[in-house]
């Protein structure tokens, strides 16, 4: 089982994302609230608080939020799940739809340290199902069935 460690969203694309206390999840859509939610298949993004970890053990001096992630989540490699695991986090539930990006301009954290994790630690999910979550909620993996 995972765990939820941080939410955050932007309010306008292209800004850097804050951290909420708690989050309503909306099926089709994604974060009420965050400016990158909508009718397409990277409604949230999650990212290893353990990459965010070993990132910052290079030196980066980074929160949650700074990477453009929504969900910061402990007990996964994201990067290594098979395109269609779900996530169960209480009511909610979502399918992963793409593993890592393409970085359009480098940003300020790639400026900085000479890299980014996003593009490659990044996933991007869909919303099957809504519901509320907040951080220390466990995240349940359903794998793709063979």
């Not at 353990?50 to 453009?68: C, M, N, Q, S, T």
Request: glycine share 14%; with cysteine; hydrophobic share 35%.
């Amino acid at each position: 089982m995972g765990k939820v460690l941080g939410i955050c969203i932007s309010e306008k694309r292209g800004t850097q994302k804050h951290e909420v206390q708690e989050a309503n999840i909306v099926e089709g859509w994604g974060i009420e609230g965050d400016a990158h939610g909508g009718n397409w298949h990277r409604q949230i993004s999650l990212l290893s608080f353990e990459k965010i970890e070993a990132f910052r053990a290079k030196g980066a001096d980074v929160d949650f939020g700074a990477f453009g992630e929504n969900l910061i989540v402990e007990g996964y490699d994201l990067r290594t799940l098979p395109l269609g695991s779900k996530f169960r986090i209480g009511d909610a539930l979502l399918e992963l739809t793409q593993i890592g990006k393409e970085c359009h301009s480098h940003c300020e954290i790639f400026k900085k340290m000479g890299e980014c994790i996003m593009p490659r630690e990044g996933v991007f999910t869909k919303v099957l199902h809504g519901g509320h979550i907040q951080p220390g909620d466990e995240v349940e993996l359903i794998l793709p069935e063979e």
